[in-house]
């Protein structure tokens, strides 16, 4: 569970089932390949998914589901995808669209002798699409590197709208973007970077 093809919002249970001819160990559950809380190493196996949960949102739309188990043989083995739609936002104000107007940058230098990363500059386009004003005092963008299995590793500061954007508008911003720090012991990975809007009050 879900089903195929459900349409769901706010929580929702993510169950699967698991069988191996040794033992299985634990399944972890994931949306897009981002893990979903915790490990369950106990029959009936499942996770709540919070598809509003700030650090790791899932956008309205479709996502892929997969679950993968582990034996005691540290064997893994993943499920078929389901396709599942989130719809949080029917009716609210938080419907609006992010667009690269401008390359992301696919490759970025970390220096940990620097107080002051180099950055790479790109223009992200905003598109107001609820029946609302987003206000410049309540709305703002942020961008967030991403690890593997949806590990939030940084977010950005606040970036202003620069003014109220009204319905049906759009508006493009100019974000200066600074890589994620590496780990200590850690020259080169691979992470994702994303932009969001966050509503201040909420």
């Known amino acids: 569970a879900p089903v195929a093809n459900a349409t769901i919002s706010g929580v929702t249970t993510v169950t699967a089932d698991a069988f191996d001819d040794f033992e299985v160990d634990r399944v972890e559950f994931y949306f897009d390949g981002n893990r979903i809380g915790e490990p369950d190493p106990t029959a009936d196996y499942g996770v709540a998914w ?38 949080n936002t029917v009716g609210t104000k938080f419907q609006a669209g992010i667009a690269a107007a401008t390359a992301l940058p696919q490759a970025m230098t970390y220096d ?3 107080s002051v990363q180099d950055n790479h500059g790109v223009e992200i ?23 593997p299995e949806g590990t939030l590793l940084s977010d950005s500061p606040d970036i202003p709208l620069g003014s109220d954007l009204l319905k ?35």
């Open 125 to 147: 386009a905003i598109t107001n699409n609820s029946g609302l004003t987003l206000k410049n005092a309540e709305v703002v963008l942020r961008y967030r590197w991403y690890g």
């Open 50 to 87: 919070d598809t509003l949960d700030p650090d790791q949102p899932a956008f309205d739309g479709t996502h892929e589901l997969t679950a993968r188990a582990y034996d005691s043989h540290a064997q893994m083995t993943i499920s078929a995808p389901v396709t599942v739609t989130v719809a």
């Open 168 to 202: 049906n508008k759009s508006r493009t911003l100019r974000v200066q973007v600074e890589p994620p720090a590496l780990p200590d012991g850690v020259d080169k990975a691979q992470y994702r970077l994303r932009f969001d809007l966050f509503d201040k009050p909420s």
């Open 112 to 114: 940990p002798a620097k």
